[in-house]
């Protein structure tokens, strides 16, 4: 277990373009790959949707050693209904907090020197005014819970996670597989888990050898398992192995072969053309304007 890495988080995003200088300009992180997908993926990594999609992978530094942000958007859908699920990404970055500024993003003071921005979408990212880690600067995850302990047992019991920090009084936990990693923040929501529509996926890797075992563990402990061991192929790319299961408030786990992984996840140099490319030839704002429609919302 101590191989595993945290990866990174699964978004749905209805306007890309709007989407991607939140990222690029604001965070001021860097596109390090970007694909177009036909057809849907077989380990949902787009959600329940079969049509064409993209993926576009951004982040401070390259996926070896950084936990970086999966973009997936579905041609068709316009936006998300976001539930408390996901509550936010925290990273220390004075710069990001003084792009929004210049930028006229809307900036609100959560503590003293934590700022909250909201990406398009209105998924919640939480910067702290302080000079950018040399190293990552994303800090944590934070993800909703109906339940702290079971929840605790679940990550740090079945899934080896150490646990950092427990605060019974504010009913939040900090949980992570290495020092240097970004932490999963766990918080109680004072009720059920809603994920709506924008629901998204956490993701680790592991040794390869691992995955069976991590099936073969949840089988046994009668725990959820979305996609049983399945390979999925990227056409010129590596073929990566990967379980899909659900926590008990139904986030979704992805666990991925690490040495396939790594592979595949190599920085593409064209990764921004790629993008600003596809964005470019996605003609699908236009055509629903001028159809006096509006694209579905999920």
């Not at 992805?254 to 920085?267: M, N, Y």
Request: glycine letters at 10%; a negative charge; charged letters at 30%.
């Amino acid at each position: 277990m101590a191989a595993r890495r945290a990866l990174h988080f699964v978004f749905k995003v209805g306007d890309r373009a709007g989407t991607a200088r939140f990222y690029r300009e604001l965070l001021g992180m860097k596109v390090l790959r970007h694909e177009e997908f036909e057809e849907g993926c077989k380990a949902t990594c787009n959600g329940p949707y079969d049509g064409k999609w993209s993926k576009t992978m951004v982040g401070y530094g390259p996926e070896d050693n950084h936990f970086v942000a999966e973009l997936t958007y579905n041609y068709g859908i316009g936006e998300y209904r976001l539930g408390n699920d996901f509550l936010g990404i925290t990273l220390v970055s004075s710069q990001a907090v003084s792009n929004a500024k210049k930028m006229g993003w809307p900036l609100k003071e959560v503590t003293s020197g934590v700022f909250e921005a909201e990406a398009p979408g209105g998924y919640k990212f939480y910067l702290e005014d302080k000079e950018q880690l040399k190293q990552d600067p994303v800090w944590k995850v934070t993800l909703g819970v109906s339940d702290l302990q079971k929840s605790v047992s679940y990550w740090s019991g079945l899934l080896g996670m150490k646990i950092y920090e427990k605060d019974e009084e504010k009913q939040r936990a900090l949980l992570g597989y290495a020092d240097n990693q970004c932490k999963l923040e766990l918080r109680a929501v004072g009720g059920a888990v809603d994920h709506g529509t924008a629901f998204g996926r956490i993701a680790f890797s592991c040794a390869k050898e691992e995955l069976p075992d991590i099936e073969a563990l949840m089988k046994k402990e009668s725990q959820k398992i979305l996609t049983p061991l399945v390979s999925l192929d990227t056409p010129g790319k590596a073929t990566v192995q990967v379980v899909i299961l659900a926590d008990p408030d139904g986030h979704e786990i992805c666990f991925v072969g690490d040495e396939a992984f790594r592979e595949l996840s190599k920085v593409d140099p064209a990764g921004d053309k790629l993008l600003d490319d596809a964005m470019a030839a996605d003609n699908s704002d236009k055509w629903f304007a001028e159809h006096n429609m509006k694209k579905v919302s999920a």
